[in-house]
């Protein structure tokens, strides 16, 4: 068993080195991506309790922030907060990322390889 667990540590050391330092950089230039992402919030609006949703944006070089409410998440309203967005930051950056686009995207379609 010893024998085993020495030739174990070896192999790790060298077929494997740096892999506990594994890590994917998050550098970004300017204006090359932006983030954005919806959440669900609750507020009082007249003694009211209602749900809406926020559109958030974040530019990643600068993280620069913009948040919109809007009382649905509709593709409508996915347009008009990147419109809303992008006057505000004064441009329009490189690229968007995006953790679940279903709001933005209806269908993909796959090409037969």
């Given at each position: 068993?010893?024998?085993?667990?020495?030739?174990?540590?070896?192999?790790?050391?060298?077929?494997?080195?740096?892999?506990?330092?594994?890590f994917?950089?998050?550098?970004?230039?300017?204006?090359?991506?932006?983030?954005?992402?919806?959440?669900?919030?609750?507020?009082?609006?007249?003694?009211?309790?209602?749900?809406?949703?926020?559109?958030?944006?974040?530019?990643?070089?600068?993280?620069?922030?913009?948040?919109?409410?809007?009382?649905?998440?509709?593709?409508?309203?996915?347009?008009?907060?990147?419109?809303?967005?992008?006057?505000?930051?004064?441009g329009?950056?490189?690229?968007?990322?995006?953790?679940?686009?279903?709001?933005?995207?209806?269908?993909?379609?796959h090409?037969?390889?």
């Amino acid at each position: 068993y010893d024998s085993i667990q020495r030739w174990v540590k070896a192999w790790k050391a060298n077929v494997r080195p740096g892999l506990h330092q594994a890590f994917i950089p998050l550098s970004f230039r300017p204006g090359e991506a932006y983030q954005f992402d919806w959440s669900s919030e609750t507020v009082i609006l007249d003694g009211v309790a209602m749900a809406i949703k926020v559109a958030h944006f974040r530019l990643t070089y600068s993280r620069m922030s913009f948040v919109r409410a809007y009382p649905r998440e509709t593709q409508e309203m996915v347009f008009a907060a990147h419109q809303e967005a992008f006057l505000a930051f004064e441009g329009v950056p490189e690229r968007g990322i995006y953790d679940n686009p279903k709001t933005i995207v209806d269908v993909v379609y796959h090409r037969p390889l």
